[in-house]
Each structure stands twice: as C-alpha cells, then as structure tokens.
C-alpha cells in the first residue's frame, strides 16, 4: 500500500518549493504594508486627570479599567486641573485629557493639533462660603469684596473661569484676597475657618463637593443671575441644583440653586491612533451616558457643547454607534481585520502576476530531475563519438559501465504520474545508447581469419 502512495498525480512538496520564494515575497510585501501603512495602535496612553479627590481624577480611574479590559493600559497623570492639562497636551506630555469649555478656541487647537473626542458631563462653578453668625447670606459676587476666597491651584480651570465671572461684576483683580491651594487643602482651611470661600469646577460626583453639601456651617452660592451668565459667557450653560437632590430625607438643599456650568471635554492630540479614539468613545459613552444630577439619559457623551472641532471617528460613533466589527469581536480582533484591507490591496496587486510564475516553476522543478539525466547521457555518447581507434573498445566498455550506473540512478528518481512519459522516455533513450554502443562493438570486433576457420 505504502509503495502505491509514492506515486500520485500531484508532488506538494515541489509545488511548495516552487511557491516558496513568491510566498515569501508577498507575505514580506503585506507585512511592510500592514506595519507601514496604518500602524497598530499602542499598548500604553497617557491621561491627564486632575487633583485628588476631583470628578477628574475619579473618571480617570473608570476609563483606566475601561480600556485595561481590551488590553490597553491607561498610565493617569495627575494635575492641577483644565489648564495644566492642556498646557501638557500642546507640549505633547500627555495623549488625551479632560479640558473644561472655555479654555481654548477653534483656531488655537487646530493649531496646536488638538482634537475633541466629544463632551461628558457639566461640570458646574460651585462657590462655597463659610456662614458667620450675625452677618447677612451673600447673594451677589460683589459682596466677596475684602474676603479670603480659594480660587483653584494654579493651573485649574475654576481659577481663570472665576476671574471671568467676577470681571463680570465690576469686581476688580485685588478686591478679593485670593489663595491657590489645591482643592483637599483648601477645604481644610475652609473648614478652619482661615479662608471664607473656595471655588470648584467640577461633577457632582466628586467627594469634596458631596462633603461640602452636607457640611453644617457651609453655604452654596446661588448663581441666580445664572441665564444672564451663560449669554455672555457662551461656553456656559444654566443648570439647576433640584432640592432634595443631595439628601431627600434631610432636604438637602433645602431649596433649588442655580448654577452655572461649563462642560467637561475629552481632548486629545490629532495623532492619536483612531482605534484608540474608537475604544475612548466607547467607554465615554458606558461612563457617562446615565442620567445624572443635571443631565438626562443619554445627554451625554456628546459631539455637541464643544468649542474644539469634533474628531472624524468619534463623529462617526456618535453619529453611527460602535464600528460594525467592534460589536461582535474583541477590540484587537476588530482592529485587525479592519486593517486587513491594506493586505487586501497588496495582496491583489502581488497575487495575480505572481501566480503565473509558479506552475512553470512547479513544472521545470519535476521536469528538471529528468532532464539533467540527458547531459549524463549526451556526456556518454560524446565520449563513444572521440574515442580512438586504439582505446575504442576500452571506452565503449567504461561507457556501458556508466550506462548501467545512470539507468540505477535515473530507476530511484520520483516523479509525480502525471510527468512519468519523461522519465519512461529517458529510460527508453538509455537503452536506445545502449544498443548503439553494443552495436559499434560488435562492428569494431576482429573478424576470425581463415585459418580459424577452417580448423
């Protein structure tokens, strides 16, 4: 059975050899395609958050675990706030960052290569002042004239947007005795009693503002002229605090506040990989798409309350939903068969020229085992063609020899069935030799003389 199996119609293993090189070059031609043309996206980004304790620094945290799900770590970088973490974006130190509204300009982040991957959430102005006993409440910003008013860490969007608000209202740089602490150090000394009030920007979700809304003794500021401030500042809208809406069963607040807000933004660098935009939108959307203390189902995340222009993917998610192959696959499955497009190209351009190079490579390989004997065999006959007169018969003998010893040979060759009529030629075209040189033996023998003859 073994020996019937040797002989089949087809040799895959020269058809292979045959093939090796044009593989070899089409895989190598795919693989610069699919590296150079549209890299892989990174194992690692940078995103730069906030302080402690802030609604920055906890959102961090959720899109590190929302990413670190689909094998991508997300390295947080704490810091001041807004303005740090755009300073850090323009400088290239970090890939992606929350950026509240208001901080920049179209022109200025398309010069800066600045994208936004949509807005997540309100992030309202919240003023919170110590009461003192036998004084009236503040109700206008006015009133803050002489007092020690916390207005963020340098670099935090609460300070540059509090200035803003205050210039509204006449109030003058140095009128209000200004402190930079960061937010946890600034609510130490708020509670102390060393400073009157502190300023945030931040979601209701942040520990420091949930502590401070139920902290005796501390007072929210009701923007009440809110709707006038949100037509001259544009990137802020009026939004209101419900009562209740902290503690129901202690009616905390006791009464509705209005508030101003600007909006949280997710910017990143233009050069960000677009699947990591992708898998960033995604989780925007899992984090933030909830109803919540100031914004309804699905409100957010959003391609609107934006000044940055809006990233073409993340456009086409909140325009479309999730990418077609990402809402069946993994994340780095998805990516590559949405990459493999590229190898498609290449590969249509290699394939079909190159597939006529393999089968006469495939049949010169099977062919070349039989036509190499021939040189063996033109070698015999020309030596049988120059031998001399003397040494003719040693040669047709020698010959004969090498005759025998190449039909051995030529008898161990394998050869697929389909190319056995040149193998049986070349046995046939043996024997025709053979027969030749037996021949000019027999001519070249000495005839008996007579006298032989005759005994």
């Known amino acids: ?44 980004v940078r995103l730069a958050t906030g302080q402690e304790n802030s609604a920055y620094a906890e959102f961090g945290k959720k899109y590190a675990a929302a990413l670190a799900k689909h094998g991508v770590k997300v390295t947080l970088v704490p810091s001041a706030g807004s303005g740090e973490n755009l300073k850090r974006l323009k400088a290239g130190e970090v890939d992606i960052a929350f950026v509240q509204s208001g901080s920049t300009n179209e022109e200025a982040a398309e010069r800066e290569g600045l994208t936004s991957l949509g807005s997540l959430f309100v992030e309202p102005l919240w003023l919170f002042l110590r009461e003192t006993k036998g004084k009236p409440p503040i109700t206008q910003l006015t009133q803050l004239r002489g007092l020690k ?7 935090a969007g609460s300070s540059r947007l509090f200035r803003q608000v205050l210039e509204l209202n006449g109030v003058e740089k140095g009128e209000v005795e200004h402190f930079s602490l960061a937010n946890t150090p600034a609510t130490v000394e708020l509670l102390e009693g060393r400073i009157d009030g502190l300023v945030f920007t931040s979601a209701p979700e ?37 009562q209740g809406i902290v503690d129901l069963g202690r009616d905390i607040p006791a009464e509705d506040y209005k508030l101003i807000a600007p909006t949280a933004t997710l910017v990143a660098r233009d050069d960000l990989h677009p699947a990591l935009v992708d898998l960033f939108v995604q989780a925007a959307a899992n984090i933030h798409s909830g109803a919540g203390w ?162």
């Not at 040797?6 to 040799?11: D, H, L, N, P």
């Not at 058809?15 to 190598?28: C, E, H, K, Q």
């Not at 161990?412 to 025709?432: C, E, K, T």
């Open 149 to 155: 008013i916390n207005f963020g860490a340098k670099g």
């Open 294 to 455: 100031f914004s309804q189902q699905g409100q957010f995340p959003s391609a609107k309350y934006t000044e940055i222009p809006v990233d073409a993917e993340a456009a086409k998610y909140y325009k479309s939903g999730p990418p077609l192959l990402q809402r069946y696959m993994t994340f780095w499955l998805a990516n590559f068969f949405d990459r493999m497009w590229v190898v498609v190209v290449a590969l249509g351009a290699l394939i079909l020229p190159l597939s006529k190079v393999v089968p006469p490579l495939y049949v010169w390989r099977i062919r070349s085992r039989v036509y190499r004997w021939y040189g063996q065999l033109r070698a015999v006959e020309q030596a049988v063609e120059e031998a001399s007169d003397d040494t003719r018969m040693q040669v047709y003998e020698a010959q004969l020899v090498r005759l025998n010893e190449i039909e051995d040979l030529v008898n161990q060759v394998s050869i697929p069935l389909s190319f056995a009529d040149g193998l049986y030629g070349l046995r046939s075209h043996i024997q025709f030799v053979r027969k030749r040189i037996q021949f000019l033996m027999g001519e070249s023998a000495p005839a008996p003389d007579d006298e032989a003859v005759a005994v």
């Open 206 to 242: 942040a520990p420091l503002i949930q502590m401070l809304l139920q902290t005796p003794g501390i007072k929210l500021f009701n923007f009440n002229q809110a709707e006038a401030y949100a037509r001259k500042l544009p990137f802020l809208t009026h939004v209101v605090l419900p």
């Open 1 to 44: 059975m073994s020996k019937i199996l040797k002989f089949t119609q087809f040799s895959v293993r020269d058809l292979f050899v045959a093939a090796a090189p044009t593989i070899a070059l089409i895989a190598g031609v795919c693989l610069l395609a699919y590296w150079l043309v549209d890299p892989a996206p990174p194992r690692t």
